[in-house]
């Protein structure tokens, strides 16, 4: 149960990921320095986590709202 919300608006950017783990495949084809390699996964794992953030904040600012609008049943609102 609980407020849902789309997140449709993070599709963008996690197609931008997907691009970068495609980036990251053709790198490691490539032989390429370890290292860079590394940093690419960084930015990766950088942007995925920017992305968990943004979803956990907004799924909590729906909850407050619908908790202060009185739309969740008691139990949820405590």
Known sequence: ???HLGHERQLPRLRRIEGQV???Q???SDRRYC???GHQIDAVVAAL???QSDMV???LE???QAAVAGE???DQRR
Do not use: K, S, T
Request: charged share 30%.
């Open 57 to 59: 904040r907004d799924h």
């Open 49 to 51: 986590r920017r992305v």
């Open 35 to 37: 290292i860079d390699v």
């Open 62 to 64: 729906a909850l407050i």
């Open 1 to 3: 149960g609980g407020v």
């Open 22 to 24: 495609r980036g990251l």
């Open 26 to 28: 053709q790198m490691v």
């Open 72 to 74: 969740l049943p008691e």
